[in-house]
């Protein structure tokens, strides 16, 4: 008589329970061995592995000890698969289907001792399917029934559990107050409030050494004592909880809860979020959002559109006329191409120093200086250049009206009641909707495109040394070290390096560039226009220094 081998698996899907000392897995083994017993004249044999996997779904295959018992089928050291009932193998009649071609592959049957079923036969693939599909309707069922549960429990403004939001603890099926983190919430929103911004609000906390207080979970887990994050603000500041409502599935009710937070400041503060969301969200879906689209006129008040062409991988970004960007035909002359970055560079460096300077900025507004409210204006316009120079969009965009590029410089409009709300000014109506800032930068041509340069010159934002400059001063010294030995002539120079004599004659002369135009260039503190090929075509490159420093600027 053939021996057949046994391998009984066991499962329950919660852990209740599995800590006595005989629980539903040893009861499943004892009556699946009792089975096999009974089958012993057949010659069969339980294994003693244990297959066991308590407190695991049936509707997951991720199961430890169904996978060393797949593992052990492969291996073929299993004849039979003994089950108490199918379900305990899987509710879900796809794996069941992936377990029993398992099977079949491996030549293995599957008994459930209280079914009666082979697999080996048509009739008993057939009854289990049945039987596994009435068990996943059993399933789905129960989910619903429990849906339908905690959607009439949230009607009558019930706390369905989790852990609850800062400022409250668990209370039957309500919410208690705890009255310390009741009003360190009320804090953050009246702080976002002032200020608008949920950034500042993060900074301003973590700067005050104000933190998330510990607390511990019903599993006895901390968590807490550390700086809150943006994402933490965000979550409180729009958490319906606070102003006493249940929500579910986009519908508000009464909670059994007490509110923390007055409707007035729930409704401004929603209104706020609301106002910075959209620019929040066309802001991350790009690596480099155009901090300034929407914002940018000329002076004629033509919009400049917001645009950009990628090179490989290099994604470069301008502010374009209307008339180049729908007129393909239009002539460079008929509108700008400024480079994004150096437009932006330069509005956000003028709108950081004139926060640098908070007295001139609220004289500007025509507010009365109140020395009560000036520590607190100070302190905030420090946090509000700190974010500016870090090109904090939503901040940047909240305070800036309109930017109008002239010729010889730029005009930024600041919205004056957002910002003497972010200084911490309330109660003062400023004298004027805006507030305008002059950026001392003009327009040059490079190129096909626009630049923006400072007065004397230089580039409006830095933008380091230029290697292809640096590569033709090296270039100067190295021919020039050459030929001052007197043992090459250029002509024969010229050939070795394969460029023209007059080339060559041109590059040998920048060695002798006055010491201001060497560093200057080093640095990357040259004219926005110098580049190595109007550097090198300067002719004739005069020979006095003072001469050289004038024929530079005038590019």
Known sequence: MNKVRCAIYTRKSSEEGLEQDFNSLHAQREACAAYVLSQASEGWSALPEVYDDGGISGGTLER??????????????????????????????LDFSKLVEVFDKAGVSFVSITQSFNTTTSMGRLTLNMLLSFAQFEREVTAERIRDKIAASKARGMWMGGTPPLGYRPDGRSLAVVDNDAALVRDIFARYRACGNVRMVAEELATEGVFAPVRHTSQGRTFGGVRFSRGQIYKHLSNPIYVGEIHHRGTAYNGQHEGIIERQLWDEVQDMLAGNLQGERTGTRIRSPSLLAGLIVDDEGESLVATHACKGKIRYRYYVSKALQHDAAASSADGMRIPAKELE?????????????????????????DPTELRTAIAKAEALARSTRNKDRGLVRSLVSRVTIHPRQTRIELRASPLLKMLGVHDHIPAGETIELVSVVRLTRTGLAMRLVQANGKAAVARGPDPALIR????????????????????????????????????????FLAPEIVEAILNGEQPARLTADSLALISPLPIAWREQREAVAAL
């Not at 593992?71 to 305990?88: L, N, S, T």
């Not at 023209?500 to 041109?506: A, G, I, Q």
């Open 345 to 369: 560079g330069a509005v956000v460096a003028r709108l950081a120093e004139a926060l640098d300077d908070p007295l001139a900025l609220l004289a500007s507004t025509g507010t009365p200086l």
């Open 472 to 511: 033709l001063l090296l270039k100067a010294r190295s021919w020039w070290s050459r030929l001052a030995t007197g043992e090459i002539d250029i002509a024969t120079l010229a050939r070795e390096e394969q460029v023209n004599d007059s080339w060559m004659t041109r590059v040998v002369r920048l060695n």
């Open 64 to 93: 430890p000890a169904l996978k060393r018992l797949l593992d052990d089928i492969a291996a073929g050291k299993i004849d039979i698969v003994v089950v108490y009932k199918v379900d305990r193998l899987t509710r879900s009649l």
